[in-house]
């Protein structure tokens, strides 16, 4: 069995979480989004704190994920950096530059006012 097989969402965002702790991402949120939408199991939200350590945790998240499961995640907005999109089935992350992430407010569109802090 390759891990990819053996991989639950719970592992994918322990994977994820882990990732971004790494990399120095901060006010790191996880969204459960079961019975909420089919867009996935969970969502993660993250801020960098330029667009270059932004673009950097979107990079190095996308390389572990292929590395440790084999999953090729699709990645949006990493030219610009000011807003990153990685989703890997399960799981979609957003990695933003804190003023990008207070502007658009996902935690309180999603599930307001019970975004789980990590």
């Known amino acids: 069995m390759t891990a990819l097989q053996n991989a639950t969402s719970e592992t994918l965002l322990a994977a994820v979480l882990k990732s971004l702790d790494d990399d120095k991402g901060e006010d790191i949120v996880q969204i459960n989004l079961r019975g909420k939408s089919e867009i996935g199991d969970y969502m993660v939200i993250a801020s960098g704190r330029s667009t270059r350590q932004v673009t950097a945790m ?3 998240l996308a390389d572990r994920l292929k590395q440790e499961f084999g999953i090729i995640s699709k990645t949006e907005g990493k030219d610009t950096g000011d807003w ?3 989703d890997t ?5 957003h990695i933003f530059r804190p003023e990008v992430r207070e502007f658009y407010q996902l935690e309180k569109m ?5 975004a789980t802090a990590v």
């Open 58 to 60: 979107a990079e190095k």
């Open 84 to 86: 990153v999109l990685i």
């Open 89 to 93: 089935g399960d799981i979609i992350v």
């Open 110 to 114: 999603w599930q307001p006012g019970t």
